[in-house]
């Protein structure tokens, strides 16, 4: 087979590399337009996985590497705000790099050992018809971000490109660094702020990064890049020793700064093309993972195409499909710490220990027990200060799980929250032994916060027939009797979440079909205006104002009842496409009234309500909004930024915590899956607005609620289906972290105690192997 890389980076020359040896008969040619000298990075970083990877593939190549390569195991974060330095330093991380020039050297001698032939000097005719090109079996694209063949044939491959916010220039320095470094610096100009790590023995890599403010404020796009390094030597001469910054992309007319592209490809070949690395798709600089992406597409790329089982169709559909997952991974990790670097003034208030913690845990790569097993003395002291700060005065360190939290006079014992879950359980509204034991249970299971299901506020608010509701007073004495329990023995407290279900509403319960119209019995349904939830959904009518008034009376009316039934919190449902939710969002709100258009008229209705029920609700408890912060519809729905908004509206109303869910506003929605894939709203939200969140979505390990708590992403962590499931989540929780005061009754105390030695053996035994 007669294959053309045309692309002499790593990807290309690894490519050459593992298909000679599956089949040293190939004829590979690598096609190069630049000399086999040049490079236009500096080092590259690799993890100890990647380097196995090569040593199974080439243990010559990887052998020369291993010998080459440097390693660094500290994270050090410096922050100088102009006036003085604070430095924090976390050990265990495991960093291994080489110079990009000294990898391609190794890469390219090793591909002509095995009969490569590599032909430098050459610029290709993105055509696979052309005279430079038409020979060949296969044509390998593996000619970088800037592929000519991703360009040239956009609409084939499918390609997505997202260009991110922030400038960063790619130099070098002569001083060495005993760790990676993270420097951020104040200036009159604004933050800017260096990425820099040691490649080679008397080498870095130090790139520059900012954003586009600070980056018009310098003036760095009319630099050269002569210019741009002594400015940035300026900058950061504190930490470089004497020595210059160096740039090696004078093939670039003016300046070197970029804004990096996130590139996306849906389709991986096309005819005879077939791309390979950056030219498919790219990953921040920020993870350091471009470079193991393309080495690890190249060794797939030639098992696939040495594999005669299948036909070669079959065998690069497979390779994309294999690789794409694994670039989706990275590409979400890439994205979160993108994101981290675009919002850098969110977090640069944090103590100096929280913004470490925020920095190390950004891509969600790193969790809080990796740190633990990187650093745990690190780790120990930042456990120490962040219950310190909760105002916890303990001589060891606590999880930050377990940490007390107050709004106004509510004090909660730990930061765990059973989230607000339909059972779909009440009849006429009633709430009855089931809910005594369903709430029951969680309070004596170590939950500091015990949400009700959304409670309507009048029998035509209901979902379905099974929902629980506190229209009236014999609902509010049941209440009663549950929040007595849940708040005396079961050590929790307890919050009223209410809400109308508007266009929702007159459904059957969960179980017997989401989202479906009674088959009878029926109730008329009202909502900001005729919108249908869905084709099968009855049109509700579009409110009048004397509705209004009813409604909003009703809410009041409810509210009272939960003060009088003895809820330390009220949460308004301001969410998921339930009848507020429906004012807010301009998917379902089409209103030209005063209550219709721009986002001060939506939320005029919801604010109104808000306000009433705050002027009868006790000074001393606190109150509570839940939003959709995403309509995921892009545009044409609530946004990230309205959120804030949103959330700012609320707040300046009396709103001591804000609920951050997402979505369930319109059947159109195209919801971003994954782990704690809301708590990047809450994060938004708290950290913009200095406000008080509660996370929501998809967060279902220990792991995950301390990750959320000690990055500053939220103040408390509600689950939901883990509680369903498991009423004692927050016992179980203390037992796996050896916590040392768990909120266990003392009735189950003999049994908690079993299940801590139980675990603690298992984990010595695992340690055993």
Known sequence: ??????????????????????????????????????????????????????????????????????????????????????????????????????????????????????RYGVEVDPDPESDQLKDFDLIIASDGLNSRFRKKYADEFAVDIDVKRNHFVWLGTHQTFDAFKFLFRKTEHGWIWAHAYQFAPDLSTFIVECDPETYES?????????????????????????????TNSKHIRGSAWINFPRVICNTWHHRNIILLGDAAHTAHFSIGSGTKLALEDAIKLAEVLSDNTHSLEDGLVNYREERQLEVLKLQSAARNSTEWFETLDRYLPFHPMQFTYSLLTRSQRVSHENLRLRDPAWLDKLERWFAEDAGLKTEVATPPMFTPFRLRGMELRNRIVVSPMATYS???????????????????????????????????????????????????????????????????????????????????????????????????????????????????????????????????????????????????????????????????????????????NRLRYPLEIFRAMRAVWPIDKPMSVRISAHDWVGENGVTPAEAVEISRAFILAGVDLVDVSTGQVTKDQKPVYGRMYQTPFSDLIRNELKCATMAVGNIFEVDHVNSILAAGRADLCALARPHLIDPQWTLRAAAEQRFAAPPVPPQYDGGYRQLATNLERAAQMAKLG
């Not at 660094?72 to 102009?82: F, I």
């Not at 630099?223 to 940035?232: D, F, K």
């Not at 004495?477 to 079961?490: D, H, L, P, S, T």
């Open 426 to 600: 009440a009849v006429d509204g009633m709430p009855n032994d089931f809910h005594m034991v369903h709430y029951g249970a969680r309070a004596l299971g170590g939950a500091a916060l015990v949400y009700t299901e959304m409670t309507c506020v009048s029998p035509t608010a209901r979902i379905t027939p099974g929902c629980t509701g506190i229209w009236n007073d014999e609902q509010a004495a049941e209440w009663a009797n549950i929040v007595r329990f849940v708040q005396g023995q079961g050590g929790a407290q307890m919050c009223m979440q209410l809400g109308h279900s508007g266009s929702k509403g007159s459904t059957r319960i969960g179980w017997e079909g989401m989202d479906e119209p009674l088959a009878d019995g029926n109730w008329p349904l009202i909502a900001a205006s005729d919108v249908a939830w869905s084709g099968g959904n009855a049109t509700p009518r579009p409110m009048t104002r004397a509705d209004m008034d009813e409604v909003r009376d009703q809410f009041v009316a409810a509210t009272e009842r939960a003060h009088k039934a003895g809820f330390a919190m009220v949460e308004l449902h301001c969410a998921h496409g339930y009848l507020l939710s429906g004012f807010i969002s301009p998917t379902q709100n089409k209103r030209s009234d005063e209550y219709g258009g721009s986002l001060e």
């Open 1 to 118: 087979m007669r294959i053309a890389c045309v692309g002499g980076g790593p990807a290309g020359l690894y490519f050459a590399i593992a298909m000679k040896l599956k089949n040293p008969a190939h004829e590979i040619v690598v096609l190069e337009r630049n000399q086999p000298d040049d490079t236009f990075g500096w080092g590259v970083v690799f993890s100890d996985q990647t380097m196995e990877n090569l040593k199974a593939v080439d243990p010559v190549s990887a052998q020369t590497m291993i010998d080459e390569l440097a390693h660094w195991d500290d994270v050090e974060v410096e922050v100088n705000d102009g006036e003085t330095t604070t430095k924090i330093g976390s050990g265990g991380h495991g960093f291994i790099g080489i110079g990009r020039k000294r990898l391609l050297n190794i890469l390219q001698e090793r591909a002509a050992e095995l009969g490569a032939e590599l």
């Open 218 to 246: 310098f003036g760095f796009a009319n630099m050269s890049q002569e210019e741009t390094c002594r400015t940035a030597e300026e900058i950061f001469g504190q930490w470089l020793g004497g020595h210059e910054l160096m």
